[in-house]
């Protein structure tokens, strides 16, 4: 790829180890060289968006074809088709709760090229006493009932996850002794169904993974090339896929699916919404550089992490261009994206967008940059309002504005923040999340059970 593009050297990111010479940055004072974001009501020939009608038929475009070409890559107009097989169904309980579980595998046609199978593991769990179709919270991992469930990995950031080997490098991270229920109870409880989606199952989370899973099936096995999608945009397009068959189940309200995920699975999880218009509602975790951080921003893990070994594979390859320090166009830095994180949010406007962060002291790292989060978020407020919809309250500019304190929410609007007292994980927000969804959804909660 570095060859394609004429890049000779990336710069190294920097380090998460604070003692270290290349250290990341955690002073303020440096943390924004950058300071100006591209506006995001104004289109590329300098005319203000005014209009909901300018912002979906000129604006969004606009913004969508940067982040396909630059940033994330092109999803590819024949990717072949999926079909959907119940592997197996079981009664169940969660809680108190009588459910319904399906197993899932969604078999990609691979006939383009035999010799790479992917079979999109999904499961569906609703509630059995429900009086009509159910929103559903689809979750990248999480945490399903043992009668369909898949043989582990388990995923990071996942409170009351069962015990497996680690997934990505991270392992399941304990729950506190006194923990809310996992997310699946607090869901079923409140009359929502719960789908799981494995997105191991559908591209591998690695750089030699590229010439398999669905982006390699699609290009039979051979290399990228600079605009094709990565692992985010196919993580992405596997949950657009368990959506098209929970379109299908008429015990589903398909108008009312959400999508979720931690860590680099809440990257992905902005990444769904921001690209599928069917998706009325996410919950965006720790999401951090590649998800809701600014990159423009100099404070904990950069775009030089992103384009380096570990990263790359989550992006286009044209995103290598903004790690170059020598290459035939010269060099480039964050400063010259066309985009930044602000308009990935944008995209999911008017729909129910909640962002969520825990603490740098019970091990939400300060390397996610949720101060960066924030003014993100802050600057995507002016399309949230243009689209009718209530954003986070917060009137300060984004270069000023500044994080409520822990454990105060933001959530009277369909824009939403709360940054938790917990770790890297979402737990200890679903209590909140549930109730500012229901109240959007006009969803009646656990009155919806017979």
């Given at each position: 790829m570095m060859?394609?593009l004429?890049i000779?050297?990336?710069r190294?990111?920097?380090s ?21 974001l591209p ?5 590329k020939?300098g005319k203000?968006v005014?209009?909901a009608?300018?912002?979906w ?6 913004i969508?074809?940067d ?7 092109r999803?590819p ?9 119940v ?15 399906k197993?899932?595998l969604?078999h990609?046609?691979n ?6 199978q ?8 609703l509630?059995?006493d429900?009086?009509?179709p ?10 399903t009932?043992?009668e369909v469930a898949?043989p ?5 950031g996942r409170?009351g996850?069962?015990a497996?080997p680690?997934?990505?490098g991270?392992?399941p991270m304990?729950a506190?002794?006194?923990a809310?229920p996992?997310?699946?109870e607090q869901?079923?409880?409140?009359g929502?169904?719960?789908a799981?989606i ?5 591209q591998?989370?690695n750089g030699?993974g590229l010439?398999k899973g669905?982006?390699g099936?699609v ?7 600079p605009?094709?999608w ?9 949950a ?10 008429k015990?589903?309200?398909?108008k009312?699916v959400?999508i979720e995920g931690v860590s680099?699975y809440?990257?992905a ?8 218009t ?10 951090g550089e590649g998800?809701t ?7 904990g893990e950069?775009?030089?992490n ?5 990263e790359?594979h989550?992006?286009?390859g044209?995103?290598?261009k903004y790690?170059?320090s020598?290459?035939?166009f010269?060099?480039?830095t964050?400063a010259d994206?066309p ?15 909640f962002?969520?962060y ?8 300060k ?17 949230f ?5 209530r954003?986070l309250?917060?009137?300060a500019?984004?270069?000023a ?11 009277d609007g ?6 938790h007292?917990g770790?890297?994980?979402d737990?200890?927000n ?7 969804a229901d109240?959007?959804l006009?969803h009646?909660g656990a009155a919806?059970?017979a």
């Open positions: 060859d394609q004429g000779k050297a990336l190294p990111g920097p998460g180890n604070e003692g270290a010479p290349n250290h990341a940055n955690y002073d303020e004072t440096g943390a924004n060289p950058f300071p100006n506006d995001v009501l104004t289109l020939n203000r005014t209009t009608r300018m912002w038929n000129q604006r969004r475009p606009e969508v074809e982040f396909e070409r630059e940033v994330l890559g999803i107009k024949k990717v072949p088709n999926v079909t959907w097989e592997v197996k169904a079981a009664d169940a309980k969660v809680g108190e709760h009588s459910v319904i579980g197993q899932l969604g990609v046609d006939s383009i090229d035999p010799d790479i992917v079979d999109m593991q999904m499961t569906l769990v509630p059995a429900a009086k009509g159910v929103p559903v919270m689809m979750m990248f991992g999480g945490r009932i043992p898949f582990p990995p388990t995923f990071p409170a996850a069962p497996g680690p997934a990505a991270r392992g304990p506190p002794a006194n809310d996992p997310a699946i869901l079923i409880a409140d929502w169904g719960v799981t494995n997105p191991w199952s559908i591998a989370d030699a010439t669905v982006i099936l290009n039979k096995g051979q290399p990228r090339k605009d094709d990565g692992a985010l945009r196919a993580w992405g397009w596997g657009s896929r368990g959506l098209d068959y929970l379109e299908t189940d015990a589903v309200n398909a009312q959400g680099r809440g990257k999880a902005l990444v769904t919404m921001a690209f599928d069917r998706f009325a509602v996410v919950l965006i975790g720790s999401s998800g951080k600014l990159h423009r921003r100099n404070w950069a775009v030089e992103l384009t380096g070994s570990g790359y989550w992006m286009a044209n995103f290598l790690g170059a020598e290459a035939t010269g060099s480039k964050a994206l985009v930044d994180a602000h308009e990935l949010l944008a995209l999911c406007a008017p729909r129910l967008t962002i969520s825990g603490v740098p002291e019970k091990g939400d790292s390397w996610l940059d949720h101060q960066g989060s924030f003014m993100a978020a802050v600057a995507a407020e002016p399309v309002r243009l689209l009718g919809a954003d309250g917060v009137t500019d984004y270069h504005a500044r994080m409520p304190a822990v454990n105060v929410g933001l959530l369909q824009l939403a923040w709360r940054q007292d770790g890297h994980t737990a200890p679903w209590k909140y999340f549930i109730p500012w109240r959007f006009h009646s919806g059970h």
